[in-house]
Structure formats: structure tokens, C-alpha cells
């Protein structure tokens, strides 16, 4: 049974870069997706982006200018950076595991707990 | 990017009684929706996938239909434990879109 667990500072000052790290265990980094995805309030659950196991990287176009993810495959773990943060990035941050079935079905899976990210000075 | 509208944004009912909650895209997104549920302070979990396929573990109360632009999601026999948040989730095209939810009480 895989489990995720994100980690990381629960409070960013404004302007700063919020950075969030997701460790896996019980399951294999290959084949799936590794996936952000945010809830707040305001919007509701957005999906941030995803890493593929070659490193490659699918971001939501209204936050790309400012996200970068990337995967350790040797710690089984991969992180979330969320640059020029504001008081609007405030939310649970999730980690999953996106999968593709045989039919060509993309769904999340496993989720981790959430990590709340409160941006304030 | 695909935009998702769900219906109705809460509703109450009974246990026992049988519920329907629908989900619109804004194009066609074929069966490529997925259906989840979040009890309070916990994060989603899938129920549905490619509109009518049961995760494993799921109850067999809860069913998935639809193609194109409508979905529906029916609970047929509502059980306290059902009581929550729904969404739906187009996995067609990126960016991945959630609706906006629906609260249910019981």
C-alpha cells in the first residue's frame, strides 16, 4: 500500500518561495505521475502540475511562471517549488500519485495528508 | 481550458435514501472523468474513474454514468459514513480541472 507524506514550512513570508517535499514509500516511483494539487478556500481544488519519472513536467499554465518540480528517484521523493508567493497561494497543499490505466484513464490514487501553507509576514 | 460544473452545490438527505449529483464540462471530455469524495480535514479519495469504473474498495452503492458533457454520480442507499464533499475531475487535457464540489449532509 503506498503511502504519501508531504513535508515543509507551514508559514512563507510574501515575495518568498514556498518549497514543499513529498516522500513516498510502500510503492515504486515508476510508471506513475507525480502530481501537486492545492485547495483553498477561494478556489477550490486546483490541479499545480506533475513529474513524470524521466524528469518531465506537465505545469497548470496559471501558475507556470512560477513553479518548478522535481523528483529524486534514488530517495523516492519528489518537491514542489512555488516562487513569489502571496497571501492568494495560502492552502492545503496535497501530493497523489496520478495513473494511467490500460484504457487510457489519468486518475489520482493515493494522496497524502496535506500540508496547510500559510503565507504571511 | 475545460471548465467543470456541478449540481447541486449541497443537498440533505436520509440514510437509506438515493442520491444523484451531475457534472457538466464545458467541452467533451469522452469518459474521461473522475469522481472523489472528502470527508472533513481529510484529503480526497478516488471513488470513480473513467466515469463508470468502481476503485477498488469502493461500496457498490455508489455508481458513475455518462459521455461527452454530463455525468452523473448516484449514490443508491446512503450511508452516514457518505456524508462529505464530492467532486468531479476531467482527466481529458491538461490542466486537470476539479468542480467546485457538492456538499452533502445526511
Known amino acids: 500500500q503506498v503511502h504519501l507524506q508531504e513535508s515543509g514550512p507551514g508559514l512563507v513570508k510574501p515575495s518568498e518561495t514556498l518549497s514543499l517535499t513529498c516522500s513516498v514509500s510502500?510503492?515504486?516511483?515508476?510508471?506513475?505521475?507525480w502530481t501537486w494539487i492545492r485547495q483553498s478556500a477561494g478556489k477550490g481544488l486546483e490541479w499545480i502540475g506533475r513529474?513524470?519519472?524521466?524528469?518531465?513536467?506537465n505545469y497548470n499554465p496559471s501558475l507556470k511562471s512560477r513553479v518548478t518540480m522535481s523528483l529524486d528517484t534514488s530517495k523516492i521523493e519528489f518537491s514542489l517549488n512555488l516562487s513569489s508567493v502571496t497571501a492568494a497561494d495560502t492552502a492545503v497543499y496535497y501530493c497523489?500519485?496520478?495513473?494511467?490505466?490500460?484504457?487510457?484513464?489519468?486518475?489520482?490514487?493515493?494522496w497524502g495528508q496535506g500540508a496547510l501553507v500559510t503565507v504571511s509576514s | 481550458d475545460i471548465q467543470m460544473t456541478q449540481s447541486p452545490s449541497s443537498l440533505s438527505a436520509s440514510v437509506g435514501d438515493r442520491v444523484t449529483i451531475t457534472c457538466r464540462a464545458s467541452?467533451?471530455?469522452?469518459?474521461?472523468l473522475n469522481w472523489y469524495h472528502q470527508k472533513l480535514g481529510k484529503a480526497p479519495e478516488l471513488l470513480i474513474y473513467?466515469?463508470?469504473n468502481l476503485q477498488s474498495a469502493v461500496p457498490s452503492r455508489f455508481s458513475g454514468s455518462g459521455s461527452g458533457i454530463d455525468f452523473t454520480l448516484t449514490i443508491s442507499s446512503l450511508q452516514p459514513e457518505d456524508s462529505g464533499i464530492y467532486y468531479c475531475?476531467?482527466?481529458?487535457?491538461?490542466?486537470?480541472?476539479f468542480g467546485q464540489g457538492t456538499r452533502l449532509e445526511i
Open positions: 497523489a500519485r496520478g495513473h494511467y490505466d490500460s484504457r487510457g484513464n489519468y486518475y489520482f490514487d493515493s
Open positions: 510502500g510503492g515504486s516511483i515508476s510508471t506513475y505521475k
Open positions: 513529474i513524470f519519472e524521466s524528469g518531465g513536467t
Open positions: 467541452q467533451s471530455i469522452s469518459n474521461y
Open positions: 473513467g466515469a463508470s
Open positions: 475531475q476531467q482527466s481529458s487535457t491538461t490542466p486537470f480541472a
